[in-house]
C-alpha cells in the first residue's frame, strides 16, 4: 500500500523561499506532524512518502498512483491543501486531511476531502490506515489526547537533506489559554510530558545539529513542570547529544539559575518568548495575565537568560484595541529596552477556534473572509481583520517603522557585535537578524501588493460604519 503524506505550501509566506534570502534556509522547519504520521504507521505495509511542498512541489500526476494521501495543514496552507486534494480525488485516490486547520473548520474540509482526523493522530490513526485499506473510510474521525508515551518517534528518516534544522517535541498541551492562541483549543490546557528517554532516544536519529524544540512552552508554569524540564535537561547531557537547540519558553524561565545552567549546558541557544505587548493593558486584552504576574522586571529577566549565552527572541503582537499610532516605534522601543536579540512582530489575526475569532466574528470584523481562498493571508503579517484604531495603511507604516527601527544595519551591527564580544551566539544572531531584515522591512511592500489594499479598506470602512457606535 502506498501512502502520500503531505505538507503544502503558502507562497505568500517569503520565510520558506530559500532562492530569495540565503538566509532563510535556517528557517525552513520540518513539517514534524508527518513525521509523527508516518511514525504511527506500519511499514513495510505502509511504503511512505514525506512530501514538503517548501523544499519543492512535484508533478504528483508524474509519481505512481498512492493508495491514500494524508495532508496537513495550519489555517495559512489550508487553500493549497484543498487544491492539492481535489488533484487527487479526479484521479480517485482517497484523501485523509489532519492538523489544526481541518479540526477547526470541520465541515469546510469535509466539503473537499474524504475524510478528517479531528485533533491528534495518535488514538485513531491505525484505523484511518485500515479502513483506507478496505475501502470503508469513514467521514471523520475523532483523535482522544493520550499520553505522550504514545507518540512514536518520528520518522525524521523520511524527509531527504535540505534541511538546516531538525524539529522534535517534548510536551503538549498550555495551560494559559490566551485569547489569540490555539493550543489550548486544540491539545487542551493539560501539559504533558513525553517521557525522557524517548525524547532522548529521538535526539539521537535526529541527523541536523541544529533543532527546533517545537513545545508552545518547554518548560511549563508550575513546580512540577519545571523540576521534569530540569530532569529533562540533565538525562540531555548526560547523552552528550552535541545539538543545539531553540525552544519557545515562558518568561518564568528567568526565575530559576539552576534551569538555566542545565539548559545552556544541554545545548540551549536561544529562546522564543511571547512578550505580546508593551503595556499592561495589552497584555491583559489578549489575558496573558501570566507576563505581569508579581511585578516582573523584563529587562533583568532577559538578561538573566542571556547570561548563560542564550539569545532571546520576543514575539509581539501589533493591532490589539489598545493598540494607536505610534505603536510601531513603541514595540522598537521596547524591544531595544528589554535587550532582545530578535524581534518578531506579528498582526492581531483571528485564528479559527481561538476566542479572538468569537469575539472578532460576533463584533462583524474580519474582513478578509472570502473562504477558503483567503486563508492564504491568515500568516500573521497581512492585515485580515479591521483593527480599533489603526487602518491597514497604519499596520503597514507602523511595521515598517518598528522593523526599520530595531532591524537597520547599524542596529543589527551593535547586537551582532556586542554578541560576539559576551560570546553569546553571534552567529546565530545574526542569520537571524539578516533573515528577518530580509523577511520585513525589505519585503511588506511587496507583500502587500497581494492583498488588494483597496478591497480591504473599503469592506473595513463598511464594517466600521456598521459597528461604530458599538465600539
Ligand atoms: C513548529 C510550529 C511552526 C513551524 C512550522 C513547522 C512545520 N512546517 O510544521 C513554523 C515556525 C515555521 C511555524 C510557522 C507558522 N505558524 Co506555527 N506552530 C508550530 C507549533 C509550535 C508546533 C507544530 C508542531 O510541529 N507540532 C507537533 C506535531 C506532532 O503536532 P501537530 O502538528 O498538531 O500534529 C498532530 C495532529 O495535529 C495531527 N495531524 C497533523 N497533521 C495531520 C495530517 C493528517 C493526515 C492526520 C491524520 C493527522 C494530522 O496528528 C499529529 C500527531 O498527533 C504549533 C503549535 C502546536 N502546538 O501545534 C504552531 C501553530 C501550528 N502555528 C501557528 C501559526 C499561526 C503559524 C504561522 C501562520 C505564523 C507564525 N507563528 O509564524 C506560520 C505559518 C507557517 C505555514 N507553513 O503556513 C498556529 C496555527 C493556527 C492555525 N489555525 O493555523 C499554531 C497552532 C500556534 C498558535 N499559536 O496557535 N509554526
Ligand atoms: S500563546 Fe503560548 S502561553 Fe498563550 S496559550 Fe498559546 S501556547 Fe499557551
Not at 507562497?11 to 522547519?29: A, E, F, G, P
Not at 548526560?238 to 539559575?257: C, S
Not at 537568560?305 to 532571546?312: A, K, S
Not at 483571528?350 to 463584533?363: A, D, F, Q, V, Y
Amino acid at each position: 500500500m502506498r501512502l502520500y503524506l503531505i505538507n503544502p505550501s503558502n507562497s505568500l509566506i517569503s520565510l520558506t523561499d530559500v532562492k530569495k534570502c540565503y538566509w532563510n534556509q535556517y528557517r525552513v522547519w520540518k513539517p514534524l506532524s508527518l513525521l509523527v504520521l508516518a511514525g504511527l504507521t506500519p511499514s513495510p505495509e505502509w511504503d511512505i512518502k514525506v512530501i514538503d511542498e517548501n523544499l519543492s512541489v512535484p508533478d504528483y500526476t508524474a509519481m505512481p498512483q498512492p493508495d491514500l494521501v494524508g495532508i496537513t495543514a495550519f489555517t495559512s496552507q489550508a487553500n493549497r491543501a484543498y487544491t492539492v486534494a481535489a488533484g487527487f480525488s479526479s484521479r480517485g485516490v482517497p484523501v485523509v486531511m489532519g492538523g489544526i486547520h481541518a479540526t477547526m473548520c470541520l465541515m469546510e474540509a469535509l466539503e473537499r476531502v474524504d475524510a478528517v482526523v479531528k485533533g491528534e493522530a495518535e488514538s485513531i490513526w491505525a484505523q484511518v490506515l485500515e479502513d483506507a485499506k478496505f475501502g470503508t473510510l469513514k467521514r471523520v474521525y475523532t483523535g482522544i489526547p493520550l499520553g505522550m508515551d504514545k507518540v512514536p518517534l518520528a520518522r525524521h528518516d523520511l524527509l531527504p537533506s535540505g534541511y538546516r534544522v531538525g524539529a522534535i517535541q517534548t510536551t503538549r498541551g498550555c495551560p494559559l489559554n490566551c485569547s489569540f492562541c490555539s493550543v489550548t483549543a486544540f491539545n487542551g490546557r493539560h501539559f504533558r510530558h513525553r517521557p525522557i528517554e524517548n525524547v532522548v532516544q529521538e535526539f539521537k536519529v535526529i541527523r541536523e545539529k541544529y533543532v527546533l524544540i517545537v513545545d508552545d512552552n518547554l518548560i511549563g508554569t508550575r513546580k512540577d513542570h519545571i523540576a521534569h524540564t530540569k530532569k529533562l535537561f540533565l538525562a540531555m547531557i548526560k547523552a552528550n547529544l552535541g545539538k543545539n537547540w531553540f525552544a519557545q519558553v515562558t518568561i518564568n524561565m528567568a526565575d530559576d539559575e539552576e534551569l538555566l545552567r542545565l539548559a545552556a549546558n544541554a545545548g540551549c541557544l536561544g529562546v522564543f518568548i511571547g512578550f505580546e505587548s508593551p503595556s499592561i493593558e495589552g497584555l491583559k486584552e489578549v489575558h496573558k495575565k501570566f507576563n505581569f504576574h508579581k511585578g516582573r522586571e523584563f529587562k533583568a529577566s532577559v538578561s538573566r537568560i542571556q547570561r548563560h549565552g542564550i539569545i532571546v527572541a520576543g514575539s509581539f503582537i501589533m493591532g490589539l484595541d489598545v493598540d494607536d499610532h505610534g505603536i510601531g516605534q513603541q514595540i522598537a522601543d521596547t524591544a531595544k529596552r528589554y535587550g532582545l536579540d530578535i524581534l518578531n512582530v506579528m498582526f492581531l489575526t483571528p485564528l479559527p477556534g481561538t476566542r479572538l475569532w468569537k469575539n472578532m466574528e460576533l463584533e462583524g470584523r474580519i474582513v478578509v473572509n472570502s473562504f477558503p481562498e483567503d486563508w492564504k493571508y491568515y500568516t500573521l503579517v497581512f492585515p485580515v481583520a479591521r483593527y480599533r484604531h489603526l487602518s491597514w495603511a497604519d499596520m503597514l507604516n507602523e511595521l515598517e517603522t518598528c522593523d526599520r527601527a530595531f532591524y537597520s544595519y547599524p542596529r543589527i551591527f551593535y547586537r551582532v557585535f556586542g554578541n560576539l564580544c559576551r560570546m553569546r551566539q553571534p552567529f546565530s544572531t545574526l542569520v537571524s537578524n539578516l533573515s528577518y531584515r530580509y523577511n520585513g522591512v525589505r519585503s511588506y511592500r511587496e507583500k502587500f501588493q497581494v492583498l488588494d489594499l483597496s478591497r480591504g479598506e473599503s469592506q473595513a470602512k463598511k464594517t466600521l460604519s456598521a459597528r461604530d457606535a458599538s465600539l
